[in-house]
């Protein structure tokens, strides 16, 4: 069961902790878990080549921009679940996400059955932030397995709150029998 969290924040916030919270839930009930920082990471962004569809087989695509993504591409291919997190930046995901899933298109179509759950942390308001992961995953043919949102705006403000520490247990309790079953 390996399971990896993606955290699309710029900084150590809010987004991080749940995702950290979510990934130690799922290792105490025996997943293999790591978190990609992305904010750590050297990510070009896409530049439309389209090489990594050359012929058609995306299936087979790599891409020839050579930066951290690299290193990234097998770790994905290996995860049984994936966990995007996102900060809401104008009632979407942030760019930082959607650069790394843009950088996905060598193996988008290899994510096929995998789980995908989300994250999203939003001041006011979560907008299409969700729904842009939701439909991410709809695009790979993904499982969507659920999602844990919180209204935040300083950077650890959602540490303070035990109603969504709740209900990142209870997604990692869901994820984990999903894994199993
Ligand atoms: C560029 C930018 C755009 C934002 N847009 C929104 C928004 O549309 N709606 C909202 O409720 N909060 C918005 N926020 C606030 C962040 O979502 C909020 O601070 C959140 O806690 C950030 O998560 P993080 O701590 O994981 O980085 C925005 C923040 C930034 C920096």
Redesign the pocket.
Same mark, same amino acid.
């Given at each position: 069961m390996k399971v990896i969290g993606i955290?699309g $924040?710029?900084?150590r !916030?809010?987004? *991080?902790?749940?995702l950290i919270r979510l990934l130690e839930a799922m290792a105490r009930r025996g997943a293999d878990t790591e978190l990609i920082l992305l904010r750590r990471k050297k990510i070009k962004g896409c530049n439309g080549c389209l090489n990594c569809e050359a012929g058609g087989k995306a299936r087979e695509g790599i891409c020839t921009i050579q930066d951290d993504m690299q290193e990234i591409y097998p770790r994905l291919l290996e995860a049984d679940c994936l966990v995007f !997190?996102t900060? &809401?930046?104008? *009632?979407?995901l $942030?760019g930082l996400l959607k650069n790394f899933i843009d950088r996905t298109c060598p193996i988008w179509p290899r994510l096929e059955g995998k789980l995908l759950a989300g994250i999203a &942390? =939003? *001041? *006011? !308001?979560? !907008?299409k932030a969700v729904d842009n992961l939701r439909t991410y995953g709809s695009v790979c043919g993904m499982r969507w397995s659920g999602y844990v949102t =919180?209204? =935040?705006?300083?950077?650890k403000? &959602?540490t303070e709150d035990k109603k969504v520490d709740k209900k990142l247990q209870q997604l990692a309790g869901r994820l984990i029998g999903l894994l199993n079953a």
């Open positions: 955290c $924040s710029p900084r !916030g809010n987004t *991080e902790w749940m !997190g900060p &809401v930046y104008f *009632e979407m $942030s &942390v =939003a *001041e *006011e !308001g979560i !907008g =919180a209204l =935040a705006k300083t950077p403000q &959602v």
